[in-house]
């Protein structure tokens, strides 16, 4: 292995609450959603540093799983935010709070 | 023959229950009356088989369990046969009287339906061969005797008095439940033969204590203290009822149930001499009560409970012939004097207050001289039927001899003057003087004065039934009954001392009275008459005592236990859930950013649990 696991974990654990970050603070949908986006690839740079640490291919497969899911996530989540935009007329987080209990 | 007796009047009343009410008003009395004659005519017929142990009927079997075995089955030996007469009888007299007293009145068919079921009620206790049964026929005359107080049920305080009077005698009925009960479970068997012939084999505490049982039960229909305040108010009902149920035999259904099961009462000296305490103190309170009546019925009604409360004295006295003898000529008198008390009544233009009567006697010559009959045999005139049953109970007192019975004796003749100083006070203000009332008098039929000279005659003649020896009689009711060693063993010359004193104490009432109500003055009430206007505050007392409290504690169980309790805890649960559910709500305020936060939050208590899990 060229980079030491440390370094990878150290890299994908920054990006994940940089990713964490950016959810909660942005009111921007896409922001969110790129939050969200950021989030999932740290998950899947440790799956695929774990997967060659300990020289198993499961991981590498569940990263190729997981950009499957997450390009069917951000197709949808991206044809909602379009029509939340005709709705609304604004991607604000905080025009969407009329399910209030 | 026997089981006619008890069907007819049955029959009779379920007809009309039924299909009275679409019948013509005569043929409902009627079927009424004749019903009782017939049941009548029944009980004659089987007089002559009343002898020695009696006539038993096993009718069918009512209930069978175990060793529990509840016949229906008929006793008539001569107690009952006496009894059975003297019902049918003065109910067949009081029938005829209530078709005309009744006539104008709407639902006849349903008082005379009552009238019948209580005839039937009663021959019940009377026949009746077990305990069980007994006290079918014993509830029976309560609900009947409610129902019929009650039958002007449009007027309040009518239902008030049913009401009181059916749970006063309740709280009686309960004693003899009690006492049933555990006769049952001491013999295993509720024939009243058995009963009396095993009574030997109990030890003397526990006969005590069921003796007393039964006495509470019979105190509660007799209307002996301290069950006695339902009797007066009971007069709220029409007077055949009053004639019937509250003069001449329910009352004296307590009476029948102690004689009946006198050969166990006797065993407990103790219970014999509870007896004759209550009997004679409500003797002498009912009489000071009547005293100060102003209802003409309400007097009567005193007077009944006095009268009863003599027959209690006598059963106390261990003397079964002298109870039944005044109980005969008891019912005689009594439901004569009701039934003049009514014809006194539709005189004076349906007027009960006697302050308000006066001068009767030349409205009506005939209700006149057959009222002063029946007040002369309550009073104890010389050579009535009144004069030879008190004068029995009250030698056989004397005979007894020792200071307790002695004094009973004496408190005996004092009720008696009482009694014939209040009998005289009545006659005075109804009869004599002018008439001070403001209706028109009504006239009464002459069927209703019919039906009273009956009854005068065995007023009367009554006493021949048991005329003592000494004046040439041959005690026959003594001797039917098979009480020959009751009759007291007096010398002659006692017997004379006691007369004249019997006959100086009815004077000396008779004088007292003429001195003070033979001219009309109106008096202002003072305390002590209206103490005994009120029997003695015992409503009052009653009311404090028992009523009061229990309306507190049904207040405390409604408000306290119920309202407080039981609503609080459920309306507080629904309150906490409310306000649970307010609080709860803000968590979903519809923020997404908010959302999310605690998303991070979990993760973070996620996270941090697997972390302190990996160093632990």
Redesign the interface.
């Given at each position: 292995m060229i980079v030491p696991l440390e370094h990878l974990l150290i890299l994908s654990t920054t990006l994940f609450f940089l990713g964490?970050v950016c959810?909660?603070v942005r009111?921007n949908l896409i922001m969110?959603l790129i939050g969200v986006e950021v989030m999932l690839n740290a998950v899947g740079l440790t799956l695929v540093g774990a997967s060659s640490f300990w020289q198993q291919l499961d991981g590498q497969i569940m990263v190729i799983f997981l950009m499957a899911m997450t390009s069917a996530e951000v197709s949808i989540s991206l044809a909602m935010v379009v029509y939340l935009n005709r709705r609304k007329q604004s991607i604000d987080?905080?025009s969407?709070?009329?399910?209030?209990? | 023959m026997l089981a006619l007796v008890l069907i007819l009047p049955l029959v009779g009343g379920l007809f009309n229950a039924c299909f009275g009410s679409r019948l013509p008003r005569p043929l409902q009395a009627l079927i009424a009356s004749g019903a009782v004659f017939a049941s009548f005519l029944a009980a004659l017929a089987c007089w002559p088989q009343a002898t020695g142990a009696g006539l038993h009927v096993n009718l069918f079997t009512w209930l069978q369990s175990g060793g529990f075995t509840a016949e229906v089955g008929l006793l008539f030996d001569p107690l009952a046969a006496i009894m059975t007469l003297m019902v049918t009888g003065v109910a067949g007299l009081i029938h005829i009287y209530a078709a005309s007293y009744m006539a104008d009145e709407h639902d006849q068919a349903r008082f005379f339906a009552l009238l019948n079921l209580f005839v039937f009620a009663m021959l019940t206790i009377i026949l009746a061969d077990n305990l069980l049964l007994m006290f079918l026929g014993w509830e029976g005359v309560g609900f009947c005797s409610y129902a019929l107080i009650g039958f002007w049920y449009r007027k309040a305080e009518n239902a008030r008095a049913g009401r009181k009077a059916f749970i006063v005698t309740r709280i009686g009925d309960l004693f003899f439940t009690v006492g049933l009960l555990w006769l049952f479970s001491l013999f295993g068997t509720i024939g009243i033969e058995a009963i009396n012939g095993r009574a030997a084999e109990l030890d003397p505490t526990t006969l005590t204590i069921i003796s007393l049982l039964l006495l509470g039960g019979a105190c509660g229909k007799s209307a002996q203290l301290p069950l006695m305040s339902w009797l007066p108010d009971a007069m709220a009902g029409p007077t055949p009822v009053s004639a019937l149920i509250h003069a001449a035999t329910m009352v004296t259904a307590g009476v029948y149930l102690l004689c009946r099961m006198f050969p166990l009462v006797s065993l407990s000296t103790m219970a014999l001499d509870v007896i004759a305490v209550v009997g004679m103190l409500t003797a002498l309170y009912a009489a000071t009560c009547a005293l100060a009546q102003t209802e003409i019925k309400r007097v009567l009604a005193y007077s009944t409970m006095s009268q009863v409360g003599y027959m209690f004295l006598a059963v106390g006295l261990g003397s079964v012939s002298a109870a039944m003898f005044h109980l005969l000529t008891h019912a005689f008198f009594k439901a004569l004097l009701f039934m003049g008390a009514g014809c006194i009544i539709q005189l004076a233009g349906h007027e009960n207050n006697i302050f308000l009567m006066g001068g009767l006697r030349k409205r009506s010559r005939s209700v006149f001289w057959l009222f002063l009959i029946g007040l002369l045999c309550l009073a104890g005139a010389p050579l009535t039927d009144g004069f030879f049953s008190k004068d029995l109970i009250l030698a056989t007192a004397f005979a007894h001899g020792d200071p307790f019975h002695l004094s009973l004796y004496g408190l005996g003749v004092l009720t008696a003057g009482l009694t014939s100083l209040y009998s005289f006070r009545l006659a005075y203000l109804v009869f004599g003087g002018d008439y001070r009332g403001e209706e028109l008098p009504h006239a009464v039929s002459k069927v209703m004065i019919w039906t009273l000279v009956p009854l005068g005659i065995s007023g009367l003649a009554g006493g021949f039934l048991n005329l003592p020896h000494f004046i040439g009689g041959h005690a026959w009711l003594s001797h039917w009954l098979g009480r020959d060693n009751e009759v007291p063993n007096l010398s002659l010359q006692t017997e004379y001392y006691l007369l004249a004193l019997a006959f100086g104490t009815f004077l000396l009432g008779w004088l007292i009275a003429h001195l003070r109500y033979h001219r009309f003055v109106e008096r202002e009430p003072g305390p002590v008459s209206g103490f005994f206007l009120s029997g003695w505050r015992c409503d009052a007392f009653f009311d404090r005592l028992l009523i009061r409290p229990f309306r507190q504690l049904c207040r405390f169980c409604w408000q306290g236990v119920d309202l407080a309790l039981i609503d609080g805890l459920v309306e507080s649960f629904s309150r906490a859930c409310f306000v649970w559910g307010h609080v709860l709500r803000y968590l979903a305020d519809g923020k997404i950013s908010r959302y999310l936060q605690s998303f991070a939050w979990g993760l973070l208590l996620i996270v941090s649990w697997f972390l302190l899990r990996a160093i632990a």
């Open positions: 964490l959810v909660l009111r969110i987080i905080r969407f709070d009329e399910m209030r209990g | -």
